[in-house]
């Protein structure tokens, strides 16, 4: 039996985008709307509460308990058979040693990093979690004022102002008039404290394996990225840890050199993102190859890192915007070209908030970011300063926000089971490869032989997109596929 006061995360999709609620077991469904207000500030009547992607199931009332809805409305998407990192029950594993993938250390035989470190200093990290950050600052204003009252401590950062002032009353409008006031604030340059994500698993190993093997297969000439599906779960490593759980790579189509690469148009795009919802996945940030080691991320990365990071932008429930997207790097060994290992990084809310505003110009050097010169008088851009200095380039080391990450040694938990299919934009896909895929998996349970994403993708192609929703649900739910739809394939490709 589940505990009632036992806290759950629910994904909430509305026309604001993607937010994520914690909320008891216990607590009713009208509680339950009254947090997605204060997210998105849509009223309760402005809205219904739909349970499924196919808005079938309605939830009414509002004095009913999430309790009662159950299995309805939990986190896990499995089956009464499966599991998930979802149902792993932390509150007993404080005095447990934390599993360290010791594979990703790069320091000497008496260094210490954030993948080999004890439980004991997983505290003493670079970036805290945002949510630990706030709780922090909000304990510095106990008795500094009354229950009811709000000082700075108590609120989430602000975003920083980087534009003129267009509502001054104090002159005419602008541009015939500016004042002091009106002036966009000095941006002065500062690490970041904490971090929106702070631990990235990568569930499906051999799907980054294939990866990197199709880009050494070119001895590292031609660069490639892909984007990056999967989940978010609580951490419990970390006070008020966020976990990025990887599932699947996409690799849209792209032309690379040996510099990078560079994105073509995808008319699939749409049906991945549809697929990847159907698999209670999203995209959760990207993956890129290089070979340069001059700097952890150079300008140009830490600017796309940053426009990634503001598409995919949510609001965090204290009100704060934010982003969990994640940046990972697929870097040769500097000593060892053919050995590559996977950096994780994210760039800070300040180079996020620079970008949005059209801060940054192209930089001619990879280790210093630029910033551009105003195109005329009314192109106003605040000064920014670094170590008390007004610069005009800065190193991009400053925007760089650490993430902890590892792999999993076995796909217990992973939704997509398979990483076998040929992949989309990088090899050759038929009906004749649907067929050698089927047949290798015969043996396996229904949803268990379709769970590889890349053959999904490709069954939408072949024979339609709702079908190959069908199936996606089924692999989520770990239900047996529905035999229309294996038949339906099977005709296809002659099975």
Known sequence: MQNQQ????????????YNRVSIKLQDSIGQLKQKIQELTTLAPSDYQLYYDQQYKIILQGTDKTLISQIPMLKKCNHGPQGSCLNCIDTSKKEDEKQERQKWNCQHGPTGKCSHCINSELIQ????????YFLEEKKS??????????????????????????????????WPKAMCNKCLPPSCVIARQPYRHVDFAQF???????????????TSHTQQKMGFLYGYYAEDPNYKGGVRAIIEAIYEPPQVGDISGFKLLYDEYEQYVDQIAEALTLEKIGWAFTTINHDTFLCSHEIRMAAKYQEQYRVLHESGYPFSTFISVVLRTGKDNPSEVRPEVYMVSDQAQIMEKNNIFGESERRKFMQIRDPVNDTDVLPQIIVGGKTVKEFEPDYFIVNVA???????????????????????QQSPMEVKKYLQKFKNQKSFEKYSDFHLLLYLAKLVDLQTALVI?????????????????????IGY
């Open 203 to 217: 569930m499906n190993v051999k799907e980054i394996s294939n990866f990197v093997q199709s880009w050494t297969q």
């Open 6 to 17: 036992q806290e759950i995360v629910l994904r909430i999709r509305s026309s604001k985008g």
């Open 405 to 427: 990450h590892g792999h999993s040694n076995h796909n217990k938990f992973s939704i997509i089971k398979h990483a076998d299919f040929p992949v989309a934009n990088r090899q």
């Open 124 to 131: 003493n990290v670079k970036h805290v979690s945002f949510t």
């Open 140 to 173: 510095k204003c106990k008795g500094q004022h009354p229950l009811d009252g709000i000082c700075s401590n108590c609120l989430p950062p602000s975003e920083q102002r980087m534009t003129v002032d267009t509502t001054c009353k104090n002159h005419e409008a």
């Open 472 to 492: 996606a649900q089924s692999v989520a739910q770990e239900t047996d596929i529905p035999e229309g739809c294996e038949n339906l394939i099977n005709q296809i």
